[in-house]
């Protein structure tokens, strides 16, 4: 698994719960909507057995302390550095004729508000969702946000 490339910053004593399963846990969450450690927590708790197995859980899940004391210990860089090579592994040109494409990918970052790492810096939440039609963005006439 790709996020295996991520070091863990735990001592090997004590682990419950394998890094990669954490790391994927978190992924997931993001990428369904989860904004903070808590809302991470509740994600995975709200998935069933099978979901758990699959992220490579046995009978339980971690709580949100823990998953809040390993998750802002991760490398950022990193952590990010590893997705990146993921998205791009996956990012295949679309062929068409006649036509000139282009491959998007969109990422989108939210800074975690309250969550500081060791050093002080903000907590970065990152996802990204690659695009496999035509879309037209259009700015929001009240707001300005795009459509």
């Known amino acids: 698994m790709v996020l295996a490339a991520v070091p863990d910053p735990r001592e090997p004593r004590g682990r419950r719960y394998p890094l990669v399963s954490i790391l994927a ?79 998007v990918i969109a990422v989108d970052g939210k800074v975690v508000r309250g969550a500081r790492l060791p050093d002080g810096r903000q907590v970065h939440l990152l996802s990204a969702l690659r695009h496999e039609h035509l879309c037209r963005a259009r700015p929001c006439a009240d707001c300005g946000e795009v459509q």
């Open 25 to 103: 846990v978190a992924v997931c969450a993001v990428l369904a909507g989860a904004c903070t450690f808590a809302a991470i927590t509740d994600w995975v708790r709200d998935q069933d057995r099978s979901v758990w197995g699959r992220l490579g859980f046995t009978d339980r899940v971690p709580a949100a302390t823990m998953m809040w004391r390993l998750l802002i210990r991760i490398d950022a860089e990193v952590l990010s550095q590893v997705l990146v090579r993921w998205l791009g592994a996956r990012a295949m040109p679309v062929v068409a004729t006649g036509r000139r494409w282009r491959l």
